[in-house]
């Protein structure tokens, strides 16, 4: 029985690193965006310039950057938001004050959902690549740097 168990413990520790490289875009998270972030950031949102220019009009619209494209969540990734989409869905680990991103709590219905479209979402990202760093330096926070980019995976 206890052998019977490592064994299985082996196999899901191996297994976990294939999963995440199965996590793509198309199968996965543009699903997962269209069910739990469209009523805010879909089709009839601004783009991430549009939202730029005049944030407050947007809030109050209760709009986001939209994210139904492959290419407008890059741009909250890596550039030239690099980081919102991490910030805004952080589940509070990430950070010193333990306090999660305001968009986390829509992750899901109940706490084990959000904590399980989170884990699909970080391994989307690729291992190492989940960071809350901005393009450039701001207060305590570090720019992000090459090697943090690198670990970015988004598969298509």
């Known amino acids: 029985m206890k052998s019977r168990l490592l064994m299985t413990l082996a196999c899901a520790t191996f297994a976990l690193p294939a999963l995440a490289n199965d996590v793509t875009y198309r199968k996965d998270i543009q699903p997962l965006i269209k069910a739990q972030c469209s009523e805010c950031h879909g089709s009839d949102s601004p783009t991430l310039a549009e939202f730029l220019l005049d944030q407050e009009k947007y809030k109050k619209d209760k709009l986001g950057p939209r994210l139904d494209s492959y290419a407008d969540l890059l741009q909250l990734i890596g550039w030239p938001d690099t980081g919102a989409f991490m910030r805004r869905l952080d589940d509070g ?59 970015l995976k988004l598969k298509y």
Do not use: C, F, H
């Open 93 to 151: 680990s990430s950070t010193a004050d333990k306090k999660p991103g305001n968009m986390y709590k829509e992750l899901g219905s109940n706490d084990a959902e959000r904590a399980a479209n989170l884990q699909r979402i970080k391994a989307w990202v690729g291992e190492g690549g989940w960071n809350l760093n901005r393009w450039s330096a701001r207060g305590d926070v570090p720019a992000i740097t090459k090697e943090q980019l690198d670990k």
